[in-house]
């Protein structure tokens, strides 16, 4: 049962255009999103997150939403750059199990 | 400063070998956490310390030991691990082990088992 689902293997954009990466829960237990960015051959690095108590946050290029009623959160990235290529993971976590649950992750691509 | 050191970086083990991954963090964080990634899919939970104290172990192979011996070191130490056990090791914290608190990944430990 994956609780959390990230539909779109693949995304890729052109350099200076908005990237939109897409995430669907599952669990109503959920409580706080995390999205983190990996690069082959390295550990996930943390990019932004947001707590069930609020519906968007925002840091410099990077805004996640989320959408409690939809179960739904997305990431933008305005203005995507080269160096956003990488496979981005969304991430859960619930009281309960106090743990990540991850997504399968979305690969972007940005073209120059 | 958010900085999770592990090593080895790379480790080539046989399936006779004892050998143990390491995992630093010097940011006063009391929850640490094992994860292990296969290529192309999403890191699993393995284990989750908190306090130095052992609270989630999920169901993982006793060939799989951790060991927490302060709140700023983690290891996991591997004996007699198979060929499928190869994957790419992730060590983690977060300043506590509730909801809420961001973890951090370190680089990882790439383990392949001859």
């Known amino acids: 049962d994956q609780q959390v689902k990230q539909n779109s293997p693949s995304l890729s954009v052109q350099e200076g255009r908005i990237s939109i990466l897409n995430c669907d829960y599952t669990n109503s237990m959920f409580d706080y999103f995390l999205w983190y960015k990996k690069y082959p051959a390295e550990g996930p690095t943390f990019l932004i997150s947001i707590s069930s108590i609020k519906d968007k946050n925002e840091d410099g290029r990077f805004t996640v939403f989320l959408n409690k009623s939809a179960k739904h959160l997305s990431l933008h990235i305005v203005p995507s750059q080269p160096g956003d290529s990488a496979v981005y993971f969304c991430a859960s976590m619930d009281t309960g199990r106090r743990a990540l649950t991850f997504g399968s992750g979305t690969r972007l691509q940005v073209q120059p | 400063d958010t900085e999770v050191t592990q090593t080895p970086k790379h480790l080539v083990m046989g399936m006779t070998n004892k050998k143990s991954l390491k995992c630093e963090q010097h940011?006063?964080?009391?929850?640490m956490y094992w994860y292990k990634q296969k290529a192309k899919k999403p890191p699993e939970l393995m284990f989750v310390?908190?306090?130095?104290?052992?609270?989630i172990n999920e169901s993982v192979p006793s060939r799989f030991s951790p060991e927490c011996p302060n709140s700023s070191l983690l290891n996991l130490h591997l004996h007699a691990l198979q060929p499928e056990d190869s994957a790419l090791y992730l060590c983690?914290?977060?300043?506590?082990?509730?909801?809420?608190?961001?973890?951090?990944f370190g680089e990882g430990s790439w383990l392949t088992v001859v």
């Open positions: 940011m006063g964080h009391r929850a």
């Open positions: 310390y908190s306090y130095e104290k052992l609270s």
């Open positions: 983690a914290s977060s300043p506590q082990e509730s909801s809420g608190n961001t973890i951090y």
